[in-house]
């Protein structure tokens, strides 16, 4: 922020009245008087209770106090510095008459100075499609996960939020999936440093701003890394001034929210097996009316209230010569399924010195430890386990496993399990070092160097009991795997920055080197006695393995940015990667980028005062990608096998050295737009992104023992629209009304495939989830590369209530069949929406406000896997089946129009077969978050800001979707299209939060 006021030459540090008198800043002193003033806000002319008023170079100083006045002693003469959180800092000269001086907020520096890709530009010149978010934007979300806090914020980015399990993070897809193989997360950057595709375990406390790069203008200076957008992140700093303390704690509790999934209780059940038209096949010992009257609830042994507690400690403060900024936070959540508990613990510090007007140094450390206790409780017994199996006997001990008093008597009763001790540990240490400085040899010309080092450890212990349902073949199992992963990183740049008369130019020219390592090691041992959990006492090495993993990449980049007169901007930039995951004649890259914008308000002939901003812009360019692998180019062999306990070599991957970069080409329109002193503002944009040499793991025979091989198999392309749009409805000094809204649309095609066959089909059975008899996705010209391929549904024969599908007639018209292996594959619509978004609202009542965050999603598919175990008309009778939702019936006699066919004990009509009837709209409309807080100042006990809050997430969800969560799961760092049978439910949370702000 210090950086953003320094700069910032578009607006002037002070602000006073019209009839306040001009201040000269000579440095005369004179004796001590008493000096009086006003500090008022500059919008809305309110007084700024509790700012600081000190005499610079001392420890002189006071507050203001209710009316926004202070007084103290000081020679006139002498230098104020006024500060308050959320103003800039402004320095005047003491005069012995009344001053006012107004404060500008901090918002406007910084929407002046906006940052990009190595470095700050103003917000005028800028020519890419970008979004910043600032941490007052960011606090309604309370998850641990910084990808989360993303969710429904910026137009263009899709955030799959993943499951409510305590720290699972979500999935992010800017403008659509550019690629096939390996993640589709942007590029994360945290204060310049590139960390990979996650936050890690950044505190989204400690984040000040998050700036979202969506086109070629933006993100092509990060080359081979910028094809699926980029994300950067800067955490807070220290400010000159008086040091300012911040406290903060949230508490709450989360529930549950199972959705419109709902499984049968035990009358229910017995009803449905009633009414299967060969009940006299039911082979259940106890099949008899009692069973109605058994009804245990296993979604209740197995849930509970959640409890998240989280606290936040941060000091800030400093001089023009030396400020700092240290946090630590510690964030628990115990999870609302038994058993679970996730805990972290952070710290931060950042410093900036200034030992030398040329020199400018900034040290910044940031760790973090992530611990995890699990010995949950079965989420797939919370839907699967029957409602007439008890765990407990009569006298509320424990049953066995297979117990042959169940009705399902070869299940197991997973709670022995956890009574036996089982449980898994996972602990995860990262670590983030830099040192950064900048070197000014000129004021228009700066070297800035970049130099950090990041360390994670991983380690995870599971320990499995002899006496527990998997130990019992071995006698017991303890697994301990443990990874290190480093990342090294230097970069240095040269910043040319100059004006001339009405031409500026900023330029930006570097080198960067950047490692990467993993070394895992594993070790299992079985056979020890219950209770020990080290592996010194395990009787038989059941396994050892590891790996090391490296790779490298070096770069040169270029950015150049000009602009004439404020009105006319033109940018160019340019980046050359060498990775060490190509072949010798593919190992670099070229990336670049063309781009231009018009500030139209800027022109002479532009009259309408009421236009704050309206600007044009163009961009064209490309980026790259790489494999997810780190060595597709060679052949390699496995040395782990062995035969007979002799060592024995396989083949493991067949190489392919004329592999190259997959290449993301977009070309981008943008309009943006602000009226009436920002009370509206609106931004429009279009692209069109284009991949070549797409990057794909082909299924391949297996004779060899290789099942894929990495190859550029075609081209895809995403068109879309973003529109964000909003406005200030009421702003006055008491009332601010403020409604946002934004939308975005993706369209995902695969425009070409490589090969000579014009109908060639890349098909992948299992689908996403990798489960045999699961939708199986599928590649193909002209269809979305999100699609499915599976058979068609045709309903239910309402004569005879059997199943239906579509087959081809060989006239080529489509006719019905009731036989599963005779019917054909199609390929379905895609699951991504067609339109998705969010809407806000804001409304503040002097120190009240209250905000609301709702987002949806129309058009788009799920594949909800689930319902083939648990909707499977009588197929599996060793699992609990679901309730029909309103709107769906059975069928029962001839003439009835149902969607389910008739039921009947160990079903082989293959009616839930993976097909369409499956895929259901996964439009819906939630309410992510609702807000009220309470602002106090409290100046005479030295509290600059006081607020109380009570925050509701995920508080209703209006679909038709059958499952647990509309919302496209995330798995790996990716979005996928299909949900589990065992999908941990989304959470409802209620917290209350107290910051204190000295």
């Known amino acids: 922020m210090l950086l953003a006021s320094l700069l910032c030459c578009g607006l002037p540090a002070l602000a006073i009245s019209e009839n306040a008198p001009a201040y000269s800043l000579s440095p005369v002193i004179q004796q001590d008087a ?15 209770i509790g700012a600081n008023v000190v005499v610079k170079g001392t420890t002189n100083g006071t507050i203001t106090d209710m009316d926004g006045k202070y007084e103290l002693n000081a020679p006139v003469g002498s230098t104020l510095q006024i500060s308050y959180i959320g103003y800039q800092t402004v320095e005047i000269q003491a005069t012995a008459g009344d001053q006012t001086i107004q404060l500008r907020e901090d918002a406007e520096a910084l929407d002046e100075l906006v940052v990009v890709g190595y470095g700050v530009q103003k917000k005028e010149s800028l020519t890419g499609a970008l979004q910043t978010l600032k941490d007052e934007k960011l606090k309604d979300i309370t998850t641990p996960s910084v990808e989360n806090m993303l969710n429904g914020k910026v137009s263009g980015v899709y955030v799959a939020p993943g499951s409510g399990q305590p720290g699972a993070s979500g999935s992010v897809v800017v403008r659509g999936q550019a690629t096939l193989s390996g993640s589709t997360a942007p590029l994360w950057v945290i204060d310049g440093v590139t960390v990979g595709t996650d936050a890690g375990l950044l505190n989204p406390n400690d984040i000040e701003t998050m700036t979202v790069l969506k086109d070629a203008a933006s993100t092509a200076i990060y080359g081979s890394e910028g094809a699926n957008g980029v994300i950067l992140i800067t955490t807070k700093n220290g400010k000159s001034g008086k040091m300012s303390v911040n406290a903060s704690v949230k508490m709450g509790v989360s529930t549950l929210n199972n959705g419109n999934l709902e499984v049968m209780d035990g009358a229910e059940l017995y009803d449905y097996y009633a009414s299967f038209n060969n009940q006299e096949m039911i082979t259940f010992s106890r099949w008899n009316p009692e069973l109605r009257n058994s009804n245990f609830d296993w979604w209740d042994l197995a849930t509970q209230s959640g409890f998240t507690q989280d606290y936040n400690l941060s000091f800030s403060g400093g001089s023009d010569t030396y400020n700092s900024y240290f946090s630590l936070g510690y964030y628990d959540e115990e999870g609302a399924v038994k058993g679970y508990d996730y805990s972290r613990y952070n710290f931060l510090y950042r410093s900036t010195y200034k030992p030398f007007k040329w020199l400018t140094i900034r040290p910044s450390v940031q760790g973090a430890l992530r611990d995890v206790t699990d010995a949950q409780y079965s989420v797939t017994a919370m839907y699967s386990m029957l409602p007439w199996d008890s765990p407990y006997d009569e006298n509320g001990e424990l049953v066995p496993d297979r117990y042959q008093g169940w009705v399902n008597s070869q299940s197991t009763n997973y709670l022995n399990d956890l009574a036996y001790g089982n449980h898994t540990d996972y602990k995860t240490y990262e670590f983030l070092g830099s040192f950064n400085f900048d070197i000014k040899f000129t004021d228009w010309l700066t070297l800035s160097s970049i130099n950090s080092y990041k360390y994670q450890g991983y380690y995870y212990h599971s320990y499995t009991d002899p006496r527990s349902n998997s130990g019992l073949g071995v006698n017991g199992r303890i697994d301990e795997y443990q990874s290190n992963t480093t990342r090294l990183l230097t970069n240095s740049y040269l910043t040319f920055n100059k004006t001339f008369d009405k031409h500026s130019v900023n330029a930006v020219l570097g080198y960067e080197y950047k490692t990467y390592s993993a070394k895992v090691i594993q070790a299992i041992g079985t056979g020890f006695a219950s209770g020990f959990e ?47 995951n190509f072949g010798e004649d593919a190992r670099w890259g070229n ?15 532009f009259e309408a005062d009421w236009v704050d901003q309206l600007k044009l812009r163009a961009s064209w360019g490309t980026m790259g990608n790489r494999p997810g692998e780190l060595y597709p180019q060679y052949d390699l062999y496995s040395v782990s096998a062995n035969y007979n306990g002799v060592p024995a070599i396989l083949i493991s991957q067949v190489g392919n050295p004329d592999l190259t970069w997959e290449q993301t080409s977009t070309l981008g329109v943008g309009l943006d737009a602000s009226l009436f002193e920002n009370r509206f503002r609106f931004t429009f944009d279009f692209y069109n992104k ?80 990798g489960i045999a008899g699961s939708a199986s996705s599928i590649l193909k010209e002209g269809y979305s590369s999100a699609s499915y391929y599976m058979v068609e549904w045709a309903g239910v024969n309402p004569e005879t209530g059997a199943p239906q599908w579509y087959t081809t007639a060989e006239d080529g018209s489509r006719v019905i069949t009731e036989s599963y ?44 896997y689930s319902r083939q175990e648990y909707d499977s008309d009588g197929t599996y009778t060793d699992r609990n089946q679901m309730k029909l939702m309103d709107g769906w019936s059975r069928w029962e006699k001839p003439g009835d129009i149902a969607t389910h066919p008739v039921a009947s004990y160990n079903n082989q009509s293959g009616a839930n077969k993976a097909s369409t009837r499956y895929l259901e ?42 499952g647990v969560d509309p919302e496209l799961p995330a798995s790996d760092g990716s979005v996928i299209g299909t949900t589990g049978a065992s999908v941990y439910p989304s959470t409802r949370k209620f917290m209350f939060g107290l910051n204190v702000t000295f």
Request: glycine fraction near 10%.
């Open 821 to 864: 292996d005779q019917a054909d594959y199609i390929i379905t619509d895609a699951y991504n929406p067609k339109l998705f978004g969010s809407f806000n609202t804001y409304l503040r009542w002097k120190d009240l406000d209250l905000s609301a965050v709702f987002g949806y999603s129309i058009g788009g598919k799920i594949y909800n």
């Open 690 to 769: 284009y991949t070549t040499d797409v990057l794909y793991q082909v299924p391949v025979s297996g004779l060899t023992g290789v099942t894929s091989r990495w190859q550029n198999v075609g081209e895809i392309s995403n068109r879309g629209v973003e529109l964000s749009i909003g406005g200030d409805l009421i702003r006055t000094k008491d009332w601010t009304w403020s409604i946002d809204a934004i939308v975005g649309h993706n369209s995902n095609t695969v425009e070409k495939l490589y090969g000579d066959d014009p109908n060639l089909e890349i098909i992948s059975s299992g689908g996403e989830l």
């Open 534 to 580: 080290v592996l010194d006492v395990a009787a038989l090495p059941e396994s050892v393995g590891g790996s090391l993993n490296e790779e490298a990449v070096q770069s040169v980049f270029f950015r150049g940015n000009y602009s004439y007169d404020n009105r006319y901007v033109a940018e160019l930039s340019f980046r050359r990667d060498g990775a060490s």
């Open 921 to 962: 709209d996964s439009d819906f409309l939630k309410l992510r978050s609702l807000s009220i807080g309470y602002n106090l100042k409290l100046p005479e006990y030295y509290i600059q800001n006081l607020r109380i809050f009570f925050t509701g997430e995920n508080l209703f969800t209006v679909t038709g979707y059958s």
């Open 591 to 605: 990336f670049y980028s063309i781009s231009g914008g018009w500030n139209i308000n800027r022109e002479k002939w």
């Open 34 to 48: 008493t000096i009086k003033g006003q500090v008022l806000d500059h919008k809305t002319g309110d007084p700024v």
